[in-house]
């Protein structure tokens, strides 16, 4: 046994983490620091030196294709199989906790996992239900309460709403919503961490079980875990089990959906002699880089405070770039990654970071008008795409007849003659019987309370998902999975609706097959390979990305770029109002936080960090002007480099830039030249920077010497050679 590999390439306070005794350890310390490299060292040296069985090992993860990383890296490196060792995030492991003892977790065998979107149809139809008008009580606003209660772990009966009858509504709409889960057999993202923490506090024999078991247990990014993740850690680890965590609080990022950072003091008041082990050297980010970031968290406050260096190279200057609009500021991006790829970079070193999703979209189109592969993380889900969630639906009513959320959605897709009057009937019927809609339906069936043709079409559709049963058994997934796109007619109904997107539904339908295909069950126990599936598809809806092309670019929000690492970032739409976010504006709290996601951004960068903002947005419709974002002035000027435009106008390989050379001398026509002087007579004097189309639309870009650059249109600049 090769002890020392697993010691070799790090640090000093590393090793002394890695080759601890078994005790509690908290590693506080800052980006790129090597803390999760730490953690996995830890595991690998716990198996190998310290002879811990993996199957005596819990490590929780932020997400779970970084679980699958780990779990590929130590197997590669120990050469031992870990199909033991339990892996993954808070909600893949509490689930699978509530899949090994459903019946005490008071759940039926074949219970699904809802989405945020399931989840909203649902609050919805509850809505409908107390006759309460959505105007009032946004399904939205009542989803973030309900889930907001969970993660504290409080029960409709356990929250008092005194004389507040706003309060009292919400806790009736939550209690009415849990009871149609519960007898759907349907369990949202939060239901999954409070069953299993209730699990495990209100059954001696399961939580004995589970602290017997593990006695290591070891978390990742534990500066965003919530207040239930917290104490279901605390019933887990028991007395005996030796906690190790790993956080830093700079980047607690998620306290808008309930993490609480003071999670790090309170580890360390409730677990006896852990020993706090702070790492300082950073080992991904050029100095540069790092300076800047450090000088960004350092107006935060209440910080635990940490010293970060590097003993890397001073590395190139970060680059800022102001863009006219959002076009601009995509168009600049993807150049700037094209010559990244021209000098030999490939695409998947670089990621372009935004603050929302909706960024995404004119990205992805100034992307494919360059011809450049990305693939997107989180944004674009693909278990959450209409045709996947259709074929989903049918396979989850096989699985359990009382899932309501798949039977609202397929009940009449494809069309066949089942209305809105006929179901609103089933509703309310359902609703007054508290029973399922398959209950109900059946029921009125018998009892004749169904139209002739309504009744007819209802059978058959009913008559479709018990047949479509009886053929699945004993076929491989994938084969399930092809059957029923083929049998309940959603891939003729795809085929039937023609057009492009109509073709990329059926190619991603095909994908889906391809997905079961590619499934491996066999680290699951206790489910079989189909619930398996879809309660992975559930739970890892974001990290699925079908393998088109392997060298990509890659975009995500900031949230999703946690403990990723890139050598060319690009973080964009640095505006006030859009990051730092509008809400945050007034709120300290909220600011710091946003300061913290600014902090996860520039650290990922490895080699190379650009910045950019534009002067005008459309977002949503709808166009904005906003200044640069305070995150780019608390960056040292010596740190940053603005681009300016002047020094690219003269090379020819940006003539697509500036257009034709056509619309050149139709510039030069309005009687300004790029580097020409002039004066505004509100802003001042400046340099002609760029320009931007034709005739009474072109626009002009003005560095004005007390106010930096601005985009003006041309006809009413009101500009003046100086
Ligand atoms: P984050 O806070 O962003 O999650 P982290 O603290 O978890 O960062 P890692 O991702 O573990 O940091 O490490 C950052 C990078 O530094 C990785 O590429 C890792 O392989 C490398 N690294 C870590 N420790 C060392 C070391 N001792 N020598 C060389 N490289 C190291
Ligand atoms: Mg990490």
Redesign the pocket.
């Known amino acids: 046994m090769d002890v020392s590999n697993l010691l070799d390439?790090?640090?000093d306070k590393?090793r002394d983490a890695v080759a601890a005794p078994a005790q509690h350890m908290l590693i506080l310390?800052?980006?790129?620091?090597?803390?999760?490299?730490?953690l996995v060292h830890r595991l690998a040296w716990l198996m190998q030196v310290e002879t811990v069985a993996p199957y005596s090992l819990l490590a929780v993860t932020f997400t779970n294709k970084a679980a699958q990383e780990m779990r590929g890296r130590i197997e590669s490196t120990i050469g031992v199989s870990l199909n033991n060792l339990w892996m993954g995030t808070f909600h893949g492991l509490s689930h699978r906790m509530l899949r090994a003892h459903y019946q005490q977790a008071g759940l039926p065998q074949g219970f699904q996992i809802i989405d945020s979107d399931d989840q909203y149809r649902l609050v919805k139809r509850v809505l409908k239900a107390l006759n309460l008008d959505e105007k009032h009580w946004p399904a939205k606003q009542i989803q973030w309460f309900i889930n907001g209660r969970k993660d504290d772990g409080q029960r409709p009966g356990m929250i008092d709403a005194g004389g507040d009858f706003s309060l009292q509504q919400m806790v009736k709409i939550y209690a009415a919503y849990q009871e149609m889960c519960d007898r759907a057999g349907l369990v949202d993202f939060a239901e999954i961490l409070l069953r299993s923490f209730e699990l495990l506090k209100n059954h001696a024999d399961v939580r004995g079980h589970y602290q017997q078991r593990f006695r290591h247990i070891l978390v990742?990014?534990f500066q965003d875990t919530n207040a239930i993740q917290y104490n279901w850690l605390r019933l887990l680890a028991g007395n005996a089990a030796k906690v190790m965590i790993?956080g830093?609080d700079d980047?607690s990022i998620y306290g808008w959906r309930g993490a609480r950072v003071e999670n790090i003091q309170q580890f360390l008041r409730d677990f006896d002699g852990a020993e706090t082990i702070r790492?300082e050297?950073n080992?991904?980010s050029t100095a540069t880089i790092l300076k800047a970031a450090n000088a960004v968290i350092a107006n935060n406050s209440g910080r635990l405070g940490k010293d970060l260096w590097t003993d890397g190279s001073e590395g190139e200057t970060i680059s800022l770039y102001t863009a006219f609009n959002e076009l601009d500021e995509a168009r600049f991006i993807v150049s700037r990654i094209r010559s990244w790829h021209n000098q030999g970079g490939s695409l998947t070193e670089s990621a372009i970071l935004y603050r929302n999703n909706a960024q995404s979209r004119v990205l992805e189109e100034a992307l494919i008008q360059e011809g450049l592969h990305y693939r997107i993380y989180g944004g674009l889900r693909f278990y959450e795409r209409q045709e996947i969630k259709d074929a989903l639906a049918y396979l989850r009513l096989i699985s359990n007849r009382q899932d309501d959320a798949a039977m609202e959605r397929i009940i009449n897709t494809p069309a066949r003659g089942i209305g809105d009057t006929t179901m609103n009937k089933v509703r309310l019927h359902a609703r007054s019987e508290q029973q399922t809609l398959w209950q109900s339906l059946q029921l009125m069936l018998q009892q004749k309370q169904l139209s002739g043709r309504a009744a007819n079409a209802i059978e058959q559709f009913m008559q479709l998902i018990d047949t479509l049963e009886q053929e699945l058994t004993d076929l491989p997934l994938f084969e399930q999975a092809e059957h029923i796109i083929k049998q309940s007619g959603l891939y003729a109904m795809y085929q039937a609706e023609k057009g492009e997107k109509a073709q990329t539904r059926i190619e991603n339908l095909n994908e889906l097959v391809t997905a079961c295909q590619n499934f491996n069950s066999s680290t699951v126990e206790d489910m079989t390979p189909l619930a398996a599936f879809l309660s992975q598809a559930a739970l890892e809806a974001g990290d699925y990305q079908a393998e088109e092309h392997s060298d990509a670019v890659q975009l995500m929000t900031l949230h999703s770029a946690?403990?990723?690492?890139f050598p060319l970032v690009f973080i964009c739409g640095l505006e006030e109002g859009m990051f730092p976010s509008q809400q945050s504006g007034d709120d300290p709290t909220r600011l710091e936080e946003e300061r913290r996601l600014c902090y996860?951004g520039m650290?990922?960068a490895m080699q190379k960090l650009y910045l950019c903002h534009a002067e005008s947005r459309r977002l949503y419709g709808q166009e904005q002007y906003h200044k640069a974002s305070r995150f780019i002035r608390e960056i040292p000027a010596e740190y940053l480099d603005e681009i300016r435009l002047t020094t690219q106008v003269s090379r020819p390989s940006q003539s697509n830039r500036f257009g034709s050379a056509a619309s050149h001398v139709a510039f030069e026509n309005t009687g300004f030249r790029l580097g020409q002087r002039v004066l505004h007579d509100k802003f001042g004097e400046g340099t002609v920077l760029n320009y931007e189309g034709t005739g009474p639309q072109s626009r002009i870009q003005v560095n004005f010497d007390q106010l930096g650059s601005k985009w003006l249109v041309t006809a009413y600049a009101r500009l003046q050679a100086a």
Do not use: M, P
Not at 29 to 38: E, I, L, Q
Not at 562 to 565: I, S
């Open positions: 390439g790090l640090n590393q310390a800052g980006a790129g620091s090597g803390k999760t490299r730490v990742d990014e790993v830093d980047q790492l050297q080992y991904r946690k403990g990723l690492e996860v650290t990922r």
